[in-house]
């Protein structure tokens, strides 16, 4: 039991290091490309695009890193975020998550 709540503490630390490594401002820059389906700012003015503004930071990271594995399928995500790198997900994640 002591092993597991050690583990599990590390990995706490572990992911909110990551979490804290983000950058937001970064993220923008790199967002600049999902303005056209997700909005200026995270609101999409269609209804067949999702609202990114305000979302859960590990959500976002998550829902990317799928459509880059193939976990999640859309041929039109896929080739927007095959190209970006582990940091650029954290931190279009960090600034979607940042917005209102």
Same mark, same amino acid.
């Given at each position: #039991?002591?092993?597991? #709540?050690? %583990?599990?503490?590390? *990995?706490?630390? %572990?992911?909110?290091? =990551?979490?804290?490594? /983000? $950058?937001?401002?970064?993220?923008?820059?790199?967002? @600049?490309?999902?303005?056209?389906?997700?909005?200026?700012?995270? %609101?999409?003015?269609?209804?067949? +695009? &999702? =609202?990114?503004?305000?979302?859960?930071?590990?959500?976002? @990271?998550?829902? %990317? =890193?799928?459509?880059?594995?193939? /976990?999640?399928? $859309? &041929?039109?995500?896929?080739? #927007?975020?095959? &190209?970006?790198? $582990?940091?650029?997900?954290? =931190?279009?994640?960090? +600034? +979607? /998550?940042? *917005?209102?």
């Amino acid at each position: #039991m002591k092993k597991l #709540m050690l %583990i599990t503490a590390v *990995l706490m630390m %572990i992911f909110s290091a =990551n979490a804290l490594s /983000a $950058d937001a401002v970064a993220g923008e820059a790199k967002a @600049a490309s999902c303005t056209a389906c997700h909005g200026q700012k995270g %609101i999409s003015s269609m209804g067949l +695009y &999702p =609202n990114l503004a305000g979302q859960k930071e590990q959500y976002l @990271a998550k829902q %990317i =890193n799928d459509f880059r594995s193939g /976990a999640r399928k $859309d &041929p039109t995500m896929k080739q #927007m975020v095959s &190209p970006l790198s $582990d940091d650029d997900v954290a =931190n279009i994640a960090a +600034y +979607y /998550a940042g *917005l209102e």
